[in-house]
């Protein structure tokens, strides 16, 4: 592997007696999407906020680009982009406004400046709104020009908490192109999202789940890793067919989904006898293909891992 352009070692926040994020360790790649996963509250804006400088870590360390992002912030500062969470723009000044303003927070002027924002305005489809003031715009107008305004500067990474959420699939794969684009730019982007889908697509991911890393690695491997096949039952009578499943042996968990069962059964093992020990117990149903399981599966699995540790 390439050396890494973010090490993060131990990084821990405490408010007062609560601990936020606790002894985090991981490492992103140079060119890579790396997703950030987690439950509500989990720690993972405290964390991005603490690597682009908005709060101070408690304890635990991070390099970027060769630079200790804690000690030595002046020498990277200039290299990161950060799409916060509440996009952050100024909502009383218009979107040409905005993308001057926080170009020169990050150090653009003159021709460059103006440059940047006309590339940016014509990558992100930003013209016919270029004029209109921030209040007025949609989220998915607001997330366009937020990504503009982080990008402005061509960092060599990007932060992007929950860039999509509230906006339509469609602005959603949008979105996604336009990461991929800065991707090929050179850009490594870390982005936090609660869309599975997306998360898929990420290159690597980490979970983290009170404050705690529970899982780290590529999308597929993760999923392997689970060791584990799935299959859904399909079943008038799917809260009887659950309270079943669960007392079988063999089957791992066995989750309702809509109106069906999700089961889990050891990998490799043959589905024909669970099948078989369901149906002798009087219940009827349809049952679809084994399959992999997704990284639902996977996030299912590791929060009640995380309540188990906490209780
Ligand atoms: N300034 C603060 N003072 C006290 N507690 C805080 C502060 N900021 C965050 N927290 C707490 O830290 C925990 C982690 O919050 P954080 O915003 O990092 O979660 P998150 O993973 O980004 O969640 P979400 O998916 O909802 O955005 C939460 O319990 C939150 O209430
Ligand atoms: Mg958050």
Request: charged content about 25%; proline content about 4%; glycine content about 10%.
């Amino acid at each position: 592997m390439a050396d890494a352009i973010l090490e993060v070692e131990k990084l821990t926040k405490r408010f007062g007696d609560f601990t936020a994020v606790q002894d985090l360790t991981f490492e992103v790649q140079p060119d890579e999407v790396f997703g950030f996963l987690g439950p509500n509250g989990a720690g993972k804006s405290t964390t991005i906020k603490m690597l682009c400088g908005v709060l101070t870590p408690t304890s635990g360390s991070a390099r970027a680009m060769g630079y200790d992002l804690f000690t030595q912030a002046d020498h990277v500062r200039a290299q990161i982009g950060y799409m916060s969470q509440k996009f952050s723009l100024l909502d009383d000044l218009t979107v040409l406004e905005n993308l001057a303003y926080f170009g020169q927070l990050y150090g653009l002027q003159g021709a460059k400046l103006k440059d940047e924002i006309q590339l940016r305005i014509r990558e992100l489809q930003l013209k016919p709104l270029e004029n209109l003031l921030v209040a007025g715009l949609s989220t998915g107008e607001k997330q366009r020009v937020a990504l503009a305004s982080s990008t402005l500067h061509r960092p060599r990474m990007l932060f992007l908490d929950e860039p999509t959420s509230g906006v339509d699939p469609l602005r959603r794969r949008l979105f996604w192109e336009a990461m991929d684009d800065l991707v090929k730019d050179g850009m490594t982007i870390l982005v936090t999202t609660h869309n599975l889908g997306e998360a898929d697509q990420c290159d690597r991911l980490a979970f983290i789940m009170s404050g705690r890393l529970m899982a780290y690695g590529r999308p597929r491997t993760l999923k392997e890793g689970m060791g584990r096949q799935v299959l859904e039952l399909r079943s008038e009578r799917f809260r009887e067919l659950q309270a079943a499943a669960l007392k079988q042996p063999g089957i791992l968990s066995a989750e309702l989904m809509g109106r069906g069962v999700r089961l889990a059964l050891p990998a490799g093992q043959p589905t024909a006898a669970v099948l078989a020990g369901l149906r002798g117990q009087g219940l009827s149903f349809e049952a679809g293909p084994a399959e992999a399981p997704s990284l639902e599966d996977l996030f299912i699995d590791l929060v009640q891992q995380s309540r188990a540790q906490e209780v």
